[in-house]
């Protein structure tokens, strides 16, 4: 009987597990040929992984986000030391991504609509050119979906879910110290039922209990902390942020994986169309472009077919929702049944959402999301008595995506790997507008074997295409990194560097004992198990020499020769490509 019942969900599953691994097994045959040579973050995660296991790797960055590490650092344990252990363990993420969707989106539409829209999700260019490159964006897009789908569980059908929910979305903030957003997005699911005090008050044991139990988790990570000494600092990677934030064209910030970029507060909504589909550079990067409305064209990366249908249905589905939000029927119900904090509630929305606009950048992130909550949840105990269904998990998308919007937008780092954390909100508008073509395909009285055949045909047309443009992106464009490499130039690059360490490993029996420094300091680091200094403020100053001998470095790692270099006090011992080993005379 239960099978019956589940059947298509059950289905459905089974296929969307099948696909999901397919497409990270297609892009790990990729990337673990090349490894994480290009994305140098990646090595402090796999440093990081080397001190949980106990095997040594620098302690330089012990505390950024450390579940992928430790989780790496299981089967560092079990002798699988390699950087292609993180990107086989962070890509696990990018199926729980795929499911974790389905069962959100479930809650709102049929098996279908939700299937396709959790094929949408990963096959979006960003979510596919980041599922196996080993960085924490994949997996803190799983926790936060997750966590999620479990209050939305706990909301509609069992309040026992929220003794999951908490827990993952603490685990969430130690794989991704961006998941905390989620988290107004939780809250603000209960005050977007009809009554939420009464709900609380109704509920208030099990949702203490799911606190308690996200409060228990959290010390159970906080006393390993203090247990191993492991700092905080990933947490204060964020506090400038949180701050005034008003920067000029002469603060722009590089990172190792996007040029450097103006805090353009509109680069994110400039660039959606391309997170919704892109014609070229997928899997190996994702190109940023820029729509010019005076000459009508696209610089840098173009939109594909799909991203313009994708647009065409998003843009379809806010114009119906509008229209069936201020029908006759909904605005009597609005207007006629209003209570006495009517006009305070108009006022509560439009005034804070003014003030979030005109001060945007110019006060605390945390003001902005104050206002920005303050309006949405002001909108919502205004239009509730309209008659939508779900219009409670509609919102509590839309607030989600305002949130991590206005979060990424203060950063003054623009780097489009950021715009992951929103592609849900995507996926979800998209599925929206397909369901509400149907119903308004119903109103002007379709046939319904015609409507019937037509919410089949249109999704699987959908389904199709993400698959077949994805599968054309990885097998036909020429691949591109960040810095225009191919990727056998990098596997090239990677050889040369691992085949210097591995020179000094069996050179040198004492290296460890040694002083060394490197450029590429977290890769050597790695392949060195040990502490390594960055030279990135020493290596182009003209007394860079005096520098090294100051410090007593034994060996200095270069990528290619570097000419402030003294060669009476330091000597080339080994070369392979440009990776230079420099030894103390």
């Not at 499911?99 to 959790?118: A, D, P, Q, V």
């Not at 909100?425 to 319904?448: F, R």
Request: proline share 3%; with cysteine; glycine share 6%.
């Amino acid at each position: 009987m239960e099978f019956t019942e589940y059947k298509k969900d059950i289905i459905s599953i089974i296929i969307l597990l099948t696909i999901s691994a397919t497409i990270l097994y297609t892009l790990l045959n990729i990337d673990m040929k090349m490894g994480v040579y290009y994305i140098h973050d990646v090595y402090s995660y796999l440093n990081n992984a080397l001190a949980f296991a106990g095997l040594g790797g620098s302690s330089k960055n012990h505390g950024l986000s450390p579940l992928i590490p430790f989780l790496t650092s299981l089967f560092f344990r079990l002798g699988f030391v390699s950087d292609k252990t993180i990107l086989i363990v962070s890509g696990v993420f990018y199926i729980f991504t795929a499911l974790g969707m389905y069962g959100l989106l479930r809650i709102r539409f049929n098996e279908l609509l939700s299937f396709t829209g959790s094929i949408i999700l990963i096959t979006f260019p960003i979510n596919i050119a980041w599922a196996s490159k080993g960085m924490l964006d994949i997996p803190g897009l799983a926790m936060s979906i997750w966590a999620i789908y479990l209050m939305a569980l706990g909301l509609y059908k069992n309040p026992k879910y929220y003794y999951l929910a908490f827990p993952v979305l603490i685990l969430g903030f130690f794989t991704r110290y961006t998941v905390i957003l989620t988290l107004p997005a939780m809250v603000m699911l209960i005050f977007f039922t009809g009554n939420p005090l009464d709900y609380i008050y109704n509920h208030l044991g099990k949702l203490l209990k799911g606190i308690l139990s996200g409060i228990i988790s959290l010390a159970i990570v906080l006393g390993l902390y203090r247990i191993y000494n492991i700092p905080f600092f990933f947490i204060s990677q964020s506090s400038s942020i949180s701050a005034t934030s008003n920067p000029t064209a002469s603060q722009a910030v590089s990172t190792s994986t996007a040029a450097a970029t103006v805090n353009n507060v509109l680069y994110y909504l400039d660039n959606i169309p391309l997170y919704l589909g892109t014609r070229k550079w997928i899997p190996y990067s994702f190109k940023p472009g820029k729509y010019l409305f005076n000459k009508l064209v696209w610089i840098g990366n173009n939109p594909s077919i799909l991203s313009y249908i994708f647009m065409a249905i998003i843009l379809i589905g806010i114009v119906l929702y509008l229209y069936q939000l201020l029908n006759r029927y909904n605005r009597g119900k609005i207007l006629k049944k209003r209570d006495k904090y009517f006009y305070a509630k108009v006022i509560l929305f439009i005034i804070p959402l003014i003030f979030y606009f005109i001060s945007f950048t110019k006060v605390s992130l945390y003001t902005s999301i104050l206002l920005i909550t303050v309006s949405v949840l002001a909108l919502f105990r205004l239009i509730r008595k309209a008659d939508l269904n779900y219009m409670a998990i509609d919102f509590m998308f839309i607030y989600w995506g305002l949130v991590n919007i206005t979060f990424y937008s203060y950063h003054i780092i623009k780097t489009d790997r950021y715009a992951i954390t929103f592609t849900p909100v995507l996926a979800y508008m998209i599925v929206l507008g397909l369901y509400l073509i149907y119903m308004k395909l119903k109103d002007l009285e379709i046939s319904e074997k015609t409507l019937n055949t037509i919410k089949v045909l249109i999704p699987m047309l959908l389904i199709i295409g993400s698959l077949g443009y994805t599968g054309y992106c990885i097998g036909e464009n020429s691949p591109h990194t960040f810095d225009n490499q191919m990727p056998q130039d990098i596997m090239e690059a990677s050889d040369n560097q691992r085949a210097v360490t591995d020179w000094l490993i069996n050179h040198d029996k004492d290296y460890k004992n040694k002083e060394i420094w490197a450029d590429d300091w977290s890769g050597i680091a790695f392949n060195l198990r040990m502490d390594v200094n960055n030279t990135a403020s020493y290596k182009n100053l003209s007394n860079f020499t005096t520098a090294l001998l100051k410090n007593n470095v034994d060996y200095y790692i270069a990528e290619g020769k570097n000419e402030n270099i003294s060669s009476e006090h330091y000597k080339i011992i080994k070369e392979e490509g440009n990776i230079v080993l420099y030894k103390r005379i």
